[in-house]
């Protein structure tokens, strides 16, 4: 896996699309119309950063299955969000459910009117 493949398999998603709110070299991926979407996935060139868990809890099921592989991303960590990385430990199927599980928790959190078509089927 790496950042291109992860690129393409979040935009396939329902309703993703790809922003760049602070120019780096890689896009996140929102869902959810323009200035209502919400970030799903930070994509960056060593890995991903995803919705992990509700909790902070949750989420540290990934730091304590995969030590070198998963971190608490910065500022939003708190929150259940991780970084995941490509290429190590972590086995490129369970990184692609990752990403459907941040997807799926992140569109829930959308009001209902603004949730892609077809979300659920994703």
């Given at each position: 896996m790496?950042?291109e493949?992860?690129?393409?398999y979040?935009?396939a998603?329902?309703?993703?699309w790809p922003?760049?709110?602070?120019?780096?070299e890689?896009?996140?991926?929102?869902?959810?119309p323009?200035?209502r979407?919400k970030?799903f996935?930070?994509?960056?060139?060593?890995?991903?950063?995803?919705?992990?868990?509700r909790?902070?809890e949750?989420?540290d099921?990934w730091i304590?299955?995969?030590?070198?592989?998963?971190?608490v991303?910065?500022?939003?960590?708190?929150?259940?969000w991780?970084?995941?990385a490509?290429?190590?430990?972590?086995p490129?199927?369970?990184?692609?459910e990752?990403v459907?599980?941040?997807y799926?928790m992140?569109?829930?959190g959308?009001?209902?009117?603004l949730?892609?078509?077809?979300?659920d089927?994703a």
């Amino acid at each position: 896996m790496d950042v291109e493949q992860m690129q393409v398999y979040c935009l396939a998603k329902p309703g993703a699309w790809p922003d760049n709110p602070w120019e780096h070299e890689h896009p996140v991926i929102k869902v959810g119309p323009g200035e209502r979407g919400k970030i799903f996935a930070f994509l960056g060139g060593g890995g991903v950063g995803v919705k992990s868990g509700r909790t902070r809890e949750v989420a540290d099921e990934w730091i304590a299955r995969f030590p070198d592989d998963a971190s608490v991303m910065p500022y939003i960590g708190r929150s259940g969000w991780n970084d995941l990385a490509f290429g190590g430990a972590i086995p490129d199927d369970e990184l692609l459910e990752a990403v459907d599980e941040s997807y799926r928790m992140v569109v829930e959190g959308l009001p209902k009117k603004l949730r892609p078509e077809d979300w659920d089927q994703a």
